[in-house]
């Protein structure tokens, strides 16, 4: 079993609608939560970042992370046929300098 | 500011060849990373430079070598290429201290190997 898992998807949905991706993990030791987004044959870049428990907002991008549960979720409002891409999501303990990725779940809007 | 830059982007090898990804950056960080990105695997780290002059081996090493060259340059050796070698290969770099604050790491747009 993966220490983090992701849906691969792909999530459909039209233009204007809101995307909810989300990853389980089963290492309690993860203090830092990240999302990264990745286009088409490019590097991923951070999209954001949450330290512990709770809700960060960034524009049209939501960042959660219930540690109780295991679980991190990223909402993205009002979304864009240029929010197309590939969602990472990453995490790392307190004081560790490697990231655990998820594999990646592949979101399509559609105009 | 290039970031962080990989070359070559694409490469194809016969099996038993050899050849050496090359990664730069130019933001001064201290730590620098290598990824294969499989599909449905996500990043699987290869191996990390915590800072110049150490290396240490992640989660897939074998098959693989590293040299910290300086503290921009961090590269990756494939001494004898095999097809389950065929990946994408990014390089990533952060200003990683052990603090624990948060590892922000920067990605190359990747090199495409294929391995026949």
Known sequence: ?111 | NAGVTQTPKFQVLKTGQSMTLQCAQDMNHNSMYWYRQDPGMGLRLIYYSASEGTTDKGEVPNGYNVSRLNKREFSLRLESAAPSQTSVYFCASSPYRTSGNTDTQYFGPGTRLTVL
């Open chain 1, 1 to 111: 079993q993966k220490e983090v898992e992701q849906d691969p998807g792909p999530l459909s949905v039209p233009e204007g609608a809101i995307v909810s991706l989300n990853c389980t993990y089963s290492n309690s030791a993860f203090q830092y939560f990240m999302w990264y987004r990745q286009y088409s044959r490019k590097g991923p870049e951070l999209l954001m970042y949450t330290y512990s428990s709770g809700n960060k907002e960034d524009g049209r991008f939501t960042a959660q992370v219930d540690k109780s549960s295991k679980y991190i979720s990223l909402f993205i409002r009002d979304s864009q046929p240029s929010d197309s891409a590939t969602y990472l999501c990453a995490m790392i303990g307190a004081a560790g300098n490697k990231l655990t990725f998820g594999g990646g779940t592949r979101v399509l809007v559609k105009p």
